[in-house]
C-alpha cells in the first residue's frame, strides 16, 4: 500500500490549496469552512534527478518516478474529539495515514476567514494538539472498558494491557502525546511490547508530524515573524519544519516548468516548495529510494523503508522475486552515472552482486536474479 501523508489543518489554513499543488487534483477550495467533507487522496510523483540522470544514460521506453499519496483532511475546529464540525469523521480518517503534515496558517487575508480573532499560528498548532490528544484519549478509555470485560473471565491473560492502558490513559491526561509513552528502556522487550499497542491503537499522537508554515507570497522565501515561530516550536519539540505559500504552489503548478522556475528565482526559491515538502516527508518516514532498470524498457523509481535488505526491496518490486530471490546485481547511482552504462560499471568492478541481507542504500540501482 503507497506510503500516506494526512493534510491537517484548522479551517482555511490552506490544506486543500496545498494539496492541490501537491497533485493537482483539483479538490474544492473556498474561504468558508469544512469545504473537505470527504477526504481527497492524490498521488504526488518524487521528483528524483538521480532517476533522470539514469534514464539519460539507458534511454528506457518508459520512466516511473516513485509517489507518495497525500490525504486532504477537513479542518479541525475546537471540539472535534466530540464531533464538533463533523470532527469525529475527520479525525478518523486521520488515523489511517503514516504521518501528519499540520498546516498552520502564517498569512493575512481579509477575504479568508479565521477561525479565531487574531492570527497565531502557536495557537492554533496548540488547538490542533489538544483534539488529537483529546482523540486519543477516547481511544484509550474505550480500550480499556472492553480489555476489563475481557478480563473478567481471565484477569491475568489481561494484567499487563490494563496496566499499561492505565499509564497511557494517565501519560494523556496530562498533555503528552503517545510518542513521548514508554521511551524509557527503549529497544527492551518491554519497550517492544508498548510499542506494538501503541500501532494496534492507531493513536493520531504517535504518528510523525511534519510542520508547514503557509505563508504569503510576499514573506518568501524564509517566511515572516509568524512563520519563523512555527520553525522555532518544531526545534524545540524535534519536530520537522518547512516554509511555503500554498498558493503560489498552486499557482506555479499549472505554468511551464521553465517559467516557473524563472518566477521562483525571482522570489529567491532554488527549488519548488512541493519538492521541500516531499523531501521533508521522506525524512520523516525514514525512507530512500533505489532504482531498478528493466530490459533496458522501463527505469524505475522505488520507495523503501531505511534499513531494509535487498529480499525485502524485491518483495517491493513484485512478490515472485521475492519469493524466489537468488542474487541481487547492486551499483549506486553515482558509480553508474560515472561508467556511463551498466556494462562500463560492471568492467570497472563497480556492479557488485549481493545476498539477500545486503542492506539497500539510498540511490542504488538493483537488478534481482530470481527463479520461477
Known sequence: MPLQIG???????????????????????ASYPFTTI???????????????AIASLIKPDKVVPTTIQFVDIAGLVKGAHQGEGLGNQFLAHIREVDAIALVLRCFENPDV????????PIEDLEVLDLELSLADLGTVERRIERTQSAAKSRPKDFEWELKTLSALREH????????????????????????????????????????????????????????????EMAAQ???QAIVLCADCEAALAEWPPDEAAAYRAEL??????????????????????????????????????????????????????????????????????AAGSMTAAREAGRLRSEGRDYVVRDGDVIHIHFST
Open 7 to 29: 493534510i491537517v489543518g484548522l479551517p482555511n489554513a490552506g490544506k486543500s490549496t496545498l494539496f492541490n499543488a501537491l497533485t493537482q487534483a483539483n479538490a474544492t477550495v
Open 38 to 52: 470527504e477526504p481527497h487522496v492524490g498521488v504526488a510523483e518524487v521528483r528524483d534527478p538521480r532517476l533522470d
Open 113 to 120: 476567514a479565521h477561525v479565531s480573532a487574531s492570527l497565531d
Open 172 to 231: 494523556l491526561t496530562q498533555g503528552r502525546s503517545a510518542q513521548t509513552f514508554g521511551a524509557e528502556g527503549a529497544g527492551s522487550e518491554a519497550d517492544e511490547r508498548v510499542q506494538a499497542l501503541l500501532a494496534e491503537l492507531f493513536l493520531l499522537t504517535n504518528k510523525p508530524r511534519l510542520l508547514v508554515a503557509n505563508v504569503g507570497e510576499d514573506a518568501l522565501p524564509a517566511g515572516d515573524l509568524l512563520a519563523a515561530k512555527v520553525v
Open 237 to 239: 519539540s524535534e519536530n
Open 268 to 337: 529567491g526559491l532554488s527549488t519548488p516548495g512541493l519538492d521541500r515538502l516531499v523531501k521533508a516527508s521522506y525524512q520523516l518516514l525514514d525512507l530512500i529510494t533505489f532504482f531498478t532498470v528493466t530490459g533496458g524498457e522501463v527505469a524505475r523509481a522505488w520507495t523503501l523503508r531505511q534499513g531494509k535488505s535487498v529480499w525485502y526491496a524485491a518483495g517491493q518490486v513484485h512478490t515472485d522475486m521475492q519469493r524466489g530471490f537468488i542474487r541481487a546485481d547492486v551499483v549506486s547511482h553515482a558509480d553508474l552515472v
